[in-house]
Structure formats: C-alpha cells, structure tokens
C-alpha cells in the first residue's frame, strides 16, 4: 500500500463550488505539505503543518485552507473554486531531515 | 524570478544513450540540493541529495554534481531506458532558523526516452 495517498486522483467541478482534497500518510511522520504544480512551473507551497496544532501559509495560500484532523491526515479545502485554481495538487510528508515523500496527486480541474 | 533554473526544458534521447540535465540555482544560505525523478501521473521520488561538502553522488545509472561555488548542480543518466523517461526535479534546500529548510523547486526536465 502507498505511504501518501490522496482523495480523489481527479476532479472536475465548477467555478464557486466548495471542494475538498484529503492526504493521509502512514509513515508516521509529523510535517505535512499541500502543493500545487502547474506546467511549465516548480511545486509551489500552498499550506505546511508541523504538527497537529501548527498550520502555516506558504507562498500561495490565498483562496486556499487546510485542516490538520490527525497525525495522519491533511486536508486542502477551496472554499470558492476558480478556473485558475486548475492545477496538480500534491501532498508530501516528511520526517527527520528534510527528504519529502509525494502523494500521487490529484487533478483538479475547474470550469 | 524562480530561484532554481532548470534547462534544457525538455529533452529527446535514444534508448541506451547518455544525457546530461542542468540545475543553476540562486538559493541562499545553501542547505542541500536533492534530484527527483516525477513519473506521468506520480508524485516525485528523492533519487540523489547532496550537502555543501559533497561533489559528486551516484544512484545506479544516475550521478548528480554540485558545484556550490558557482551554484549549480548536473545529473547525468547513463544509458538510458525506457523507463527513465520522465521529469527530473531539482530542488534546492535553505538553512532557516525552525532547521526545516525551505524547498525552492525547478520547473522540470522532461525527458522522452524512444526506442
């Protein structure tokens, strides 16, 4: 089974709806991450969590929020979805030093 | 402007031939430098990471430089396979002060291995 998985793999929806992307990890680790990749760019920071009680912004937070439930599960919520929010989305975790460990990612797409 | 520039953006290679991809970074205070390679429809896997003391780091077929003093970094693949065909990575670690050590992410090499 996956370290990182990630609900749903694909999306498509429309412009003002609320979605919500899930990540849960079972390496036990205690940093999350929520990325989004687009062509053509490097994986831009959207949220960290170091912890359950510890949620930060990274360089692209706006129109994004999250919400650390456990250890193991991190989610990514777009409250009012935008086409230009159109993107890969990725979670990673990581543990001691700073390897990061990917989830498979999920295609958003909004119209 | 991105701190990691990756080139070339993208590139074609016969199957069994060498190639090498390019990283320049501008990433300050320098912490380390990892290559992924990122598989169609995968996340990205950690192939090689090198600290500020390290030169040159090999993963079967595939050997990373750095060369921290003018601030770039190759990896090499040596004779290619089908399966190498993917976008290589290259992310470049700062020192901060919470000892995490802030990602800054290339744009990506793809690379399109034919037979």
């Known amino acids: 089974d996956a370290d990182v998985t990630q609900t749903p793999r694909n999306r498509i929806t429309k412009t003002g709806k609320r979605i919500m992307l899930e990540c849960s990890q079972t390496?036990?680790?205690?940093?999350m991450y929520w990325y989004r990749q687009d062509p053509g760019l490097g994986l831009r920071l959207i949220y960290y969590?170091?912890?359950?009680?510890?949620?930060n912004k990274g360089e692209i937070s706006d129109g994004y929020s999250v919400s650390r439930q456990a250890q193991a599960k991190f989610s990514l919520s777009l409250e009012s979805a935008i086409p230009n929010q159109t993107a890969l989305y990725f979670c990673?975790?990581?543990?001691?030093?700073?390897?990061?460990?990917f989830g498979p990612g999920t295609r958003l797409t909004v119209l | 402007k991105n701190q990691v520039e990756q080139s070339p953006q993208s590139l074609i290679i016969l199957e069994g031939k060498n190639c090498t991809l390019q990283?320049?970074?501008?990433?300050?205070?320098?912490?380390?430098l990892r290559w992924y390679k990122q598989d169609t429809g995968r996340g990205p896997v950690s192939l090689t990471i090198?600290?500020?003391?390290?030169n040159t780091k090999s993963n079967g077929r595939y050997t990373a430089t750095l060369d921290a003093d003018t601030k770039q970094s190759s990896l090499h693949i040596t004779a290619s396979q089908l399966s190498d065909s993917a976008s290589y990575i290259c992310?470049?670690?700062?020192?901060?002060?919470?000892?995490?050590?802030?990602?800054?992410f290339g744009a990506g090499t793809q690379v399109v291995v034919t037979p």
């Open positions: 990673a975790t990581s543990g001691f030093g700073n390897e990061q460990f």
């Open positions: 390496k036990g680790h205690d940093r």
């Open positions: 969590s170091f912890d359950v009680k510890d949620i």
């Open positions: 990283c320049n970074y501008t990433v300050s205070p320098f912490s380390n």
């Open positions: 090198m600290t500020f003391s390290e």
């Open positions: 992310v470049v670690s700062a020192v901060t002060t919470d000892s995490w050590g802030k990602l800054q």
